[in-house]
């Protein structure tokens, strides 16, 4: 069964940087296209983006793109999530996971941006 741990969370101002990472374990995850979501208070879960098995391909959802920047590194079972240029609106908890067949959820990691 994997476990994913999301960290790199934090308090930041708008326009800041944040680098969020995942670490699986119990199974490798270099099979599989990794996305990144996010839960704001209240709100539904939702995607963030994508990435390839291989990393050859990243996807991200319209209000993040050019902002954010989704990359993995399969021998260390590891997906990370750069975000930039920060908003308010991107304070969330953030997850990572497949995204089909999902395994089970992680605690995420809280990003709170600042005005």
Partial sequence: ????????????????????????????????????????????REFVGAITWNGGSRYYAGSVKGRFLISRDNAKNTVWLQMNSLKPEDTAVYYCNRLSQMFPWGQGTQVTVSS
């Avoid at 994997?2 to 800041?16: D, N």
């Avoid at 680098?19 to 539904?44: H, T």
């Fill in 1 to 44: 069964q994997v476990q994913l741990v999301e960290s790199g969370g934090g308090l930041v101002q708008a326009g800041g940087s944040l680098r969020l990472s995942c670490v699986a374990s119990g199974r490798s995850i270099s099979d599989y296209p990794m996305g990144w979501f996010r839960q704001a208070p209240g709100a539904e």
